[in-house]
């Protein structure tokens, strides 16, 4: 305890002064150190005030009020020590590290489904001597329709819901477009290839059209066979088809082909793969109906519809410098989403899923 002051002759406000800082040091003494010490010592400090009451004290009890200030200062300083030493101990144990708690995993991620049925299409084809390219998403028209024998303004073009880019036009090769399918790399192909058969190019690629609802999303893939060479028939695109069902879908998955109209092929098909769920049948088995059977809700007929085909037209094999006296080919195309949500075990009944980013979605792949 500093010594009492009562015997010196201070003025009311000096009195006052000097009440404060005994009532500051008569706190609790908490908080952070170096608050509390601006508290006493900064500028504005309750000791700094204190101190500077030294001028006006009469020099005879200068002596007496040096001693005082000096035991106060003191007193507040092991005050502050204290302090010091009690909020280093609260640092410590709040560092403390329990090195036995079960740490937390860093999640693994791993291939979005779409890229992981790319690399499985790719690896299928690539198997059979087949090339894997990649075309420009951005093109002209020239490669996405008119060299796929549809002349500028003919209505097929219709089907393709085609977004055109604002860019000035190519006299030779017509206005610019965000490819509606990956038929636009077939006359690009025989391009590369000087147009020197044979060719065997499985095209992958996005592609994107003006639709969207459960089934459609402005941007998806497809991918793109072409094989040119001399005798291609049907047969062979038949049994590509057939081993590309089995190869992806599993054993015994059959295709199957229906007349259909493109422009780019001459005879055209559409393809469907066998449905798993019910073996191509049509109908499931069910012990509540009285036939015993029920019809099979994942595909209704036996099949599912996939995509295109056909042999190339020979204004397109003409259109990439081959001669269609010489060569045939035949070509497919469709969507990899569509594809894939077909796979055995995957429920997925819209596709807008893939292109959400919803964790909860993508983990279970
Ligand atoms: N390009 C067509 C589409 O997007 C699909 C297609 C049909 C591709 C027939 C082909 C084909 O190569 O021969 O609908």
Redesign the pocket.
């Known amino acids: 305890m500093p010594s009492d002051l009562s015997a010196l002759t201070l003025s009311a406000t000096a009195q006052t002064t000097v009440a404060a800082v005994l009532s500051a040091m008569a706190q609790p003494f908490s908080g952070p150190t170096e608050t509390k010490r601006g508290e006493f010592f900064g500028k504005k400090g309750s000791f700094t005030a204190v101190a500077a009451l030294m001028s006006e004290v009469v020099p005879a009890e200068r002596k007496a009020f040096g001693q005082w200030l000096n035991q106060v200062k003191t007193e507040i300083e092991t005050k502050l020590a204290d302090l010091d030493q009690q909020t280093a101990g609260q640092k410590t144990e709040s560092a403390w590290i329990d090195w036995t708690i079960p740490g937390i995993l860093p999640a693994v991620g791993h291939l979005h489904p779409v890229s992981h049925a790319i690399e499985s299409v790719t690896r299928i084809f690539e198997k059979v001597g087949f090339t894997r390219v990649r075309y420009p998403e951005v093109d002209w028209d020239w490669y996405a329709f008119e060299s796929l024998n549809m002349p500028k303004n003919h209505p097929a073009r219709d ?2 819901e085609t977004f055109f880019v604002e860019t000035p036009a190519s006299s030779k090769k017509g206005k610019v477009v965000l490819t ?4 636009n790399g ?1 006359v690009r192909e025989m391009e590369r290839l000087k147009s020197k058969p044979p060719i065997r190019m499985i095209n992958i690629a996005r ?1 994107y059209r003006r639709q969207q609802d459960a089934t459609h999303t402005q941007m998806f893939h ?1 991918f ?3 094989v040119v060479d001399k005798g291609i028939t049907i047969q062979h695109l038949k049994g590509t088809l057939d081993y590309f069902a089995e190869s992806f879908y599993g054993p015994g998955t059959k295709s199957r082909i229906r007349p259909f109209h ?1 422009q ?2 001459e005879p ?1 098909f559409e393809v469907d793969f066998s449905c798993h769920v019910c073996g191509g049948t049509g109908q499931v088995a069910d012990s509540e109906s009285d036939t015993g059977k029920r019809k099979c809700r994942f595909c209704k007929s036996g099949w599912h519809e996939v ?4 042999m ?1 037209h020979p204004n397109v094999l003409k259109a990439g410098g081959i001669d269609s006296e010489v060569y045939t080919g ?5 969507g990899v989403e569509r594809t894939y949500t077909l796979k055995p075990g995957l429920q997925i009944d819209d596709i807008r899923l893939f292109y959400s980013g919803e964790p909860a979605f993508l983990r279970q792949f």
């Open positions: 089907e393709w509606p399918h990956t038929s077939q592609c497809q793109e066979g072409l493109f780019f092929t055209s995509g295109g085909a056909g190339v035949f070509a497919f195309g469709w």
